[in-house]
């Protein structure tokens, strides 16, 4: 058995998620191990590296495949990008040891959640980021990140009920950026703001529960020392909202 | 009446076009109309300064009407922010002076035509830039553009067969820049290329026309010096193809 590693771009917009589920096949693993198992005539089954939520993105998604094939690393690449759907690609294909996992040997990730300050709709982002009508404060976001960067119980910060596995992750960094959309610049609308998270692992919902409650922090509904008794309380309740999965993206996934 | 002034963006590739048509109510110009139309209980005509394709965008579309209406400026902004399809947007909305018109006092307009070179499919932007697999040359196609900057009889490249009208125009400047674009950047994989158009007006399917006979420079199909040729003969068969309409976007409409 051959084993391959692939890197993939998708919108997540039309989909359930990375995961398979038995109830739909409307996920990009459902999608990408059908077309798999149809060019092979065997089941394939795709490990992915992250469980995207439903309605987020990623343009540096890692999954592998074992397949038993005589086909080319390029001749597979190609069939695949042929017949997936505009909104799903496979940017790279490599054949790799029998022993790579692209979860369990993920070493580290890196998601960006995209906010967009403005009172009017965006035409050209609206499936990419999350529109906000109040003006942020990023000085303030940015103390309040701090508190959370660091090795910590994220118990608080996931909206996962089973209780049985680790909730200690490790936050290598999260950056704010500000930027000015290109769509926006000629008009001197609104700006942009990046949310970049780093680190070796992400719970359930982690990423969106962070930027929801950094936003409240923003809008001045919170203050930023409120993160150190949030994440020692270990209470989802006492975090803030889960911000909307649209400005949500998988940038990339770190192997050692 | 008063006259009314809008700043419009719009994602077309679900739509007709711009212009109103008999045959079909997706148009952006049909959409505008009608919601105006229920809005004031008057029959509201629009008039747009750009006359965009199907399937063209636009993110500084300038379009005026003349209504009797007690409301604000800000009281129309928003209502037709809240009833239009999240498609098209109302950027700006001022109450101008009667004798304002959109098409007929602008003075020039900004078209930038979006190119991405690469072998793979492109997930983020697919609905906004046209992608070629050929690699391009860009000081080739630098080269035959400054035979078409100027004032210059320019009927081999349209598709208007109604022969009445003058087809001399003036291209004040065409910019081909290149760009990396943030989805790519992290793979190292390809390039982008922004032709920007300026001009004092565009004949039907100009820039699309220009711009496909630049592609073909580019693929080294075509020598640069043909382009003199070509505008020469005021044929339009000895223009390049017609580029698609997706890759096309009017930023902006000026007026003295």
Redesign the interface.
């Given at each position: 058995m051959r084993n391959f590693r692939m890197?993939l771009?998708?919108?997540g917009t039309r989909y359930q998620g990375w995961q398979r589920q038995e109830s739909t096949d409307n996920t990009i693993q459902g999608k990408l191990e059908m077309l798999l198992s149809k060019m092979t005539g065997q089941k394939i089954e795709i490990q992915g590296a992250g469980r995207t939520d439903a309605g987020v993105?990623a343009?540096?998604q890692v999954a592998n495949f074992h397949a038993d094939t005589q086909m080319t690393e390029k001749e597979i690449l190609e069939y695949m990008?042929r017949y997936?759907p505009?909104?799903?690609?496979?940017?790279?294909l490599k054949e790799v040891s029998e022993r790579f996992h692209s979860r369990l040997n993920a070493t580290g990730k890196t998601y960006c959640y995209r906010v967009i300050h403005s009172e009017?709709?965006?035409?050209?982002d609206?499936r990419?980021a999350h529109v906000v009508e109040q003006k942020l404060d990023v000085r303030a976001m940015e103390e309040a990140a701090q508190y959370l960067v660091g090795t910590h119980d994220f118990k608080a910060f996931t909206s996962n009920k089973r209780g049985k596995k680790s909730t200690v992750r490790t936050l290598e960094s999260i950056q704010i950026e500000e930027h000015v959309s290109a769509?926006m610049q000629?008009?001197g609308?609104q700006d942009e703001i990046c949310f970049l998270y780093r680190g070796d692992g992400f719970l359930y919902h982690m990423v969106r529960i962070i930027t929801g409650t950094l936003l409240e922090v923003g809008a001045h509904k919170r203050k930023p020392e409120e993160i150190a008794e949030i994440l020692a309380s270990g209470l989802r309740e006492r975090a803030g909202e889960l911000a909307p999965a649209k400005g949500l993206t998988l940038?990339?996934v770190r192997y050692q």
């Open positions: 890197l771009q998708y919108e993105h343009l540096g990008n997936l505009e909104d799903i690609a496979v940017i790279s009017l709709p965006h035409v050209f609206r990419h769509s000629m008009q609308l940038l990339e």
